[in-house]
Nanobody, 121 residues
């Protein structure tokens, strides 16, 4: 399976963006899709994840209440709605697939290419 992230762009502070992570084929029901981001000069950090079967979600504290992760099983796609964006949200966002409900990047074996989100006035 391959993952493709899209939807990044340049937005002003306070704006919103929705990222998409499309899988090339149907995922197992136990699959977990996670979003991670890496800002320039910083380490990659966990953002949010969702389990395909149950829709159970988990968020990093830095985005909780602003970002919403969702899924469309029929479309094999996971979305990340990012509201009230801040300059600190500027990063390359990548989606990845794991088999366990885990926020550690090491649990994810399949990664898509990243999409750049820039929040600036």
């Amino acid at each position: 399976v391959q993952l493709q992230a899209s939807g990044g762009g340049l937005v002003q502070p306070g704006a919103f963006l929705t990222l998409s992570c499309a899988a090339s084929e149907r995922l197992y029901s136990s699959s977990v899709i996670g979003w991670f981001r890496q800002a320039p000069g910083k380490e990659r950090e966990f953002v949010a994840l969702i389990r395909k079967s149950s829709g159970t979600t988990y968020y990093a504290n830095s985005v909780k209440g602003r970002f919403i992760i969702s899924k469309d099983n029929a479309a094999n796609t996971v979305y990340l709605r990012m509201n009230n964006l801040k300059p600190d949200d500027t990063a390359v966002y990548s989606c990845a697939k794991a088999s366990t409900f885990d926020s550690s990047a090491s649990a994810y074996r399949i990664w898509g290419q990243g999409t750049l989100v820039t929040v600036s006035s």
